[in-house]
């Protein structure tokens, strides 16, 4: 004991010395990612967090654009430079950018993720190699032709979901209700789990582990980075019980192979014959219900914000669904050609889209020196394109704050300048499918009810997606069938 007090000053200076040692590697380090000549304008930010905050901030107060519209006013209207999350960005801001990265990804860039969501979910091959693997079978699942049996069980979920949480109430909170029934969904298409009680178990998992994603990424007991971590675990495991007892049904001919995406996923083999092994296939349909319900709810959420506000809107899509439900015997299901006949309100979908991208925009990383617009990208940059910064520019969207539906009729927008699914060889392999749910959904509430919003005034937050900081809640007013 005597030993260690006497060792104790030299123990606090060597441990000093070590802090300011990192301190200044992590500082040079910062500086020497921006001493290259020619890189595009814009501010490195603090040593370390660079200008995560403010890119972060400016989310949870509710104008996330502002981060990237002031810097684009003060630098480039093409590119600027920034630090986020401890990385040198050379953030695109226009549809040329989006075009330049999307189609060059494996050639000049390729995907990324901060470590944050790597921990999360944690791969077990080559991570690249998975992301094409999933690419290259997802289409399979989620292309127009197989999802035309799903339309049904669509409007059976939808259905059932008005029935329990939204019919005989005068007021509901929508955020929480679009995701329950996004997620009720995917569990049954998906997995083929109908029991409310399993979904409802299966759900709080999902929901610590999508508020830990774009968390601060420290993992000690009770962060919600470390509750996310757990969450996952969970999840996996839970997925695995499934896997295994699908196993089981397929074997006893309980369970068919074309019944959900699982019995896809465990039928089918790759060129050598052999079949996924249960964690990939835990892995995939976690990245499936992860990448799927969160952004359709946000979508389905703000579909419902700007239906109350814009009565004519609302009108017009009551017109167009009304004239399906007249179509219809009673108690008929939705089918193909119900959809096909949902032009306005896709359009109307894709203008909130437009003004409220579910998703901001996405990461990549250069694998290669390149020049883009006369500046200098070194490799190892991290390069993120921006949803509402194309989508907002008068170019290619007139008066680009008024909803206007029309701007999707014909031809619709120049390719490039609107990305709410992305672009290129990463392009959402779920779009398909969402606009199923959405227009299922669209359906199913408007031909029950028209509504009002409680709070007129209430904020939108983005973290990291756009909701309404109180979930929306609205008054219902039921039509008279
Ligand atoms: C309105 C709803 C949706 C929106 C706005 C949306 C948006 C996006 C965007 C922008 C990307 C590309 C990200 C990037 O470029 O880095 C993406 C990727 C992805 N989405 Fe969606 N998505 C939606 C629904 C869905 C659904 C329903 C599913 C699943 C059924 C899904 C599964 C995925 C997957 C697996 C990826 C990763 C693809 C890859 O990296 O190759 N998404 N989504």
Not at 93 to 114: H, I, M, Q, Y
Not at 186 to 195: Q, T
Not at 362 to 384: C, D, H, M, S
Request: glycine fraction near 6%; hydrophobic fraction near 40%; include cysteine.
């Amino acid at each position: 004991m005597e030993l260690f007090l006497l060792y104790l000053p030299y123990l606090l200076l060597a441990f000093v010395f070590s802090i300011v040692l990192s301190l200044q590697i992590l500082f040079f380090k910062h500086k020497s990612h921006y001493s290259t000549e020619n890189l595009p304008p814009g501010s490195a930010g603090w040593p370390i967090i660079g200008e995560s905050l403010e890119f972060l901030s400016a989310g949870w107060k509710g104008h996330p654009q502002s981060f990237v519209l002031d810097r684009m006013k003060k630098f480039s209207t093409e590119c600027f430079k920034t630090s986020i999350l401890g990385e040198p960005v050379a953030l695109m801001c226009r549809a040329a950018g989006n075009k330049f990265l999307f189609s060059n990804e494996d050639k000049l860039v390729t995907g990324w993720w901060p470590d944050s969501v790597k921990k999360i979910f944690p791969a077990r091959s080559d991570q690249k190699e998975e992301a094409k693997r999933l690419r290259r079978l997802l289409p399979q699942f989620l292309k127009p032709e197989a999802l035309k049996s799903y339309i049904g069980t669509m409007d059976i979920v939808a259905r059932s979901h008005f029935v329990s949480a939204w019919e005989n109430k005068e007021e509901v909170v929508v955020f929480p209700l679009a995701k329950r029934y996004t997620f009720w969904l995917a569990c049954r298409l998906f997995m083929s789990l109908e029991d409310p009680n399993h979904i409802a178990g299966f759900a709080h998992p999902f929901q610590l582990l999508a508020s830990g994603i774009f968390s601060i990424p420290i993992d000690l007991p009770g962060t919600p980075f470390n509750r996310a971590i757990k969450a996952s675990n969970i999840i996996r495991k839970q997925i695995i019980k499934i896997i295994k007892q699908r196993k089981i049904d397929l074997t006893e001919k309980v369970a068919t192979q074309t019944q959900d995406i699982l019995s896809h996923m465990l039928t089918i083999t790759n060129d050598q014959g052999y079949h996924m092994d249960d964690l990939d296939i835990a892995d995939k349909i976690l990245g499936l219900l992860i990448g799927g319900h969160d952004t359709a709810s946000v979508a389905i959420t703000f579909v419902i914000f700007y239906l109350a506000e814009l009565p004519h809107i609302y009108n017009m899509v009551y017109e167009e669904q009304m004239e399906i439900v007249r179509s219809k015997a009673s108690g008929e299901l939705l089918n193909w050609d119900d959809i096909q006949k949902m032009k306005y309100s896709w359009n109307v979908a894709c203008e909130v889209m437009r003004l409220m991208p579910p998703l901001q925009g996405g990461f990549r990383e250069a694998i290669q020196n390149f020049t883009y617009a006369g500046f200098f990208v070194p490799k190892g940059w991290k390069l993120y394109w921006n949803a509402y910064s194309t989508h907002t520019n008068c170019e290619h969207f007139p008066e680009p704050e008024k909803f206007d539906p029309t701007r999707f009729e014909g031809n619709g927008p120049a390719p490039y300048t609107y990305v709410p699914f992305g672009g290129g060889p990463r392009m959402c392999p779920g779009k398909e499918y969402a606009r199923l749910e959405i227009l299922v959904f669209m359906y199913n509430i408007v031909k029950r009810f028209k509504w009002e919003k409680v709070l007129p005034k209430e904020n939108i937050i983005v973290n990291p997606m756009p909701t309404p900081s109180k979930g929306l809640p609205i008054r219902l007013i039921p039509h008279h069938l």
